[in-house]
């Protein structure tokens, strides 16, 4: 122990349960200062009542939380650094379900296994799309697209926002005339079609503050690939149950996953429009889509659409107008319907598509 009470680097480190190289990287970073530095030798010297603030942080480290948001937990009132702690934790946990999607996908294909022979062999997809300008709105942005292998929403914004739709869906239309990718391919071949959709939005846009959502989904056979960027969504209506398959790059979404805020109170968020993701002829990770594999199952109905029918039209209504419509075509006009009916504050558009088994492949409506 050193003189004055302090505490050395080694008996610090031993107390704490921090090595004295990290101690030395956490001064270095200004996280954890010493006491006192000896002038003369460099030795640095430590105050016992830092003890807190150390296991703070080796606790912290232990969780994984990053150095640079350890340094703002510790600067916090105890109650504020609990809530950053938990608003950290949720998003990890929502890190690991999107790494758990990706790992089962990964362990059936390298064991050989396919869920999807389970079930009654699916011979195609019947389908509609309808896009609308709303009554507000002068001009609609979005874009809905349908065929026998490729379903599609892109809602636009900024200046250019209609050409960017329409761009990115017309790049991931490429792959409607090329063969079908092995199921081990499926994930790369839709990442660099979104790049190449990227792209696409940068050469057809010239306005910088343009760019697109993007929610599609390509028929593979007995799956559904499905591809999403942006705050347009997908839906799954299966066996009565009504389920949401894609997850909101938004800010409101992120304050939700962090527990921020409640869902009822993103709903009326002011800033529930601000995209965290979406294609915007930029390059980083802020294009970076969400790809998954999905096993579809005889009778399953899929919703694609845009914000301007959800952020109007509730959930219990959506899966009532799928549940209870016989053909695609019939839900989606009554889908239009019940936005006009609730204002249609934006363009709404939506893809409705049914798996289904009937003799001979259905190529549309």
């Known amino acids: 122990m050193a003189e004055d009470g302090l505490l050395t680097i080694s008996a610090f480190a031993r107390a704490s349960r921090l090595s004295p190289k990290a101690l030395r990287l956490y001064d270095d970073l200004g996280l954890l200062r010493p006491a006192r530095v000896d002038p003369y030798n460099g030795y640095r010297f430590y105050a016992r009542d830092q003890l807190e603030r150390a296991r703070l942080v080796a606790w912290l480290r232990r969780l994984g ?88 929403v892109a809602d636009g914004f900024g200046a250019d926002g209609a050409a960017a739709g329409t761009a990115a869906i017309e790049a991931l239309r490429t792959l409607e005339n090329t063969p079908a990718p092995l199921p081990g391919d499926i994930l790369n071949t839709l990442s660099e079609a979104v790049g190449r959709a990227n792209r696409a939005v940068a050469e057809r846009s010239t306005a910088e503050d343009s760019g697109t959502t993007l929610t599609a989904m390509l028929w593979t056979g007995s799956r559904l690939a499905l591809v999403h960027v ?91 107008v799928l549940a209870t419509r016989g053909t695609p075509e019939e839900a989606v006009r009554d889908l239009i319907a019940l936005a006009h009916e609730a204002g249609a504050p934006d363009n709404v558009s939506c893809v409705v598509a049914d798996t289904v088994t009937a003799p001979g492949r259905h190529t549309g409506p």
């Open 65 to 152: 939380m990053p150095l640079s948001r350890i340094r703002t937990v510790c600067d916090l009132a105890p109650a504020e650094a609990a809530a950053e702690i938990a608003a950290y934790w949720a998003g990890v946990e929502a890190d690991t379900a999107a790494r758990r999607d990706l790992a089962a996908f990964l362990i059936d294909q390298l064991s050989g296994e396919d869920p999807a022979m389970t079930h009654e062999t699916i011979t195609g997809i019947r389908y509609a799309a309808l896009s609308d300008t709303g009554l507000v709105r002068e001009g609609n942005q979005d874009t809905a697209y349908a065929d026998s292998r490729l379903l599609a």
């Open 230 to 320: 942006g705050d347009s969504r997908a839906y799954l209506l299966r066996d009565g149950g009504f389920f949401r398959i894609t997850h909101d790059h938004t800010l409101v979404q992120s304050l939700v996953d962090e527990g921020r805020i409640t869902p009822e109170e993103a709903s009326a968020h002011p800033q529930r429009a601000l995209l965290l993701r979406a294609l915007d002829g930029r390059a980083g990770d802020a294009s970076v889509p969400d790809v998954k594999l999905h096993d579809a199952r005889p009778g399953d109905r899929y919703l694609l659409c845009s914000d301007g029918l959800y952020g109007v039209v509730t959930d219990a209504e959506l899966r009532r």
